[in-house]
């Protein structure tokens, strides 16, 4: 099983095998060096699959190409209808992750039918409703299973991870399934 997290402290992510996950995609906004490093540090568990996945903060098709090589994976955080577009337009691009938040919805069909065109799978990341409570947490909630549902009428993969922020947030690749099901 696999799960993306949000912390590379590598330290702490004995509770990742308690949880039977096998693949661990590293994510941040990591720099060449740190990418450098945190490949290093992945060495000394080699019973765990660890892949660094680089998170894109602004559309930048050059930072991208950069870093197409040196990542296993590339992520774009999607907080604005203009990540979003590039999300979905741009080739080479894995995941988008978030694509919502409790306002507005920054998802519509066009963008699913463009992310499942260029093989975009849009993620949702479980520590954003872990992380919040009342009004916010229930509009969160209402605006992911509306961007669920466009997804599935575009055709878009969708995939749910941990996206914890410390090895307490993870949780098992099961229960990561039911929440996605009860989005549908």
């Not at 050059?62 to 197409?68: I, N, T």
């Not at 203009?82 to 988008?96: M, P, Y």
């Not at 992911?144 to 991870?161: C, D, E, K, N, P």
């Amino acid at each position: 099983m696999e799960d993306l997290i949000r912390f590379s402290r590598l330290g702490e992510i004995s509770a990742a095998s308690d949880l039977h996950i096998t693949n661990l995609i590293i994510a941040g906004n990591f720099t060449e060096k740190e990418m450098d490093a945190l490949r290093e540090n992945a060495k000394k568990f080699p019973a765990m699959q660890i892949s660094l996945c680089k998170i894109l903060a602004k559309p930048d098709a050059k930072e991208l190409s950069r870093f197409r090589n040196k990542a296993d994976y590339i992520a774009v955080d999607g907080r604005s209808l203009q990540l979003n577009k590039f999300a979905c337009s741009t080739k080479g691009v894995d995941f988008l992750l978030q694509p919502l938040d409790s306002g507005k919805l920054y998802f519509d069909i066009s963008l699913a039918r463009m992310a499942s065109q260029n093989n975009v799978k849009i993620a949702f990341l479980f520590s954003e409703f872990l992380n919040c409570s009342g009004t916010r947490q229930a509009l969160l909630m209402k605006n992911a299973a509306t961007v669920s549902r466009i997804a599935r009428r575009g055709h878009a993969h969708q995939l749910m991870f941990s996206g914890a922020n410390d090895n307490w947030e993870m949780r098992l690749p099961e229960d990561l399934g039911i929440f996605m099901g009860c989005l549908a």
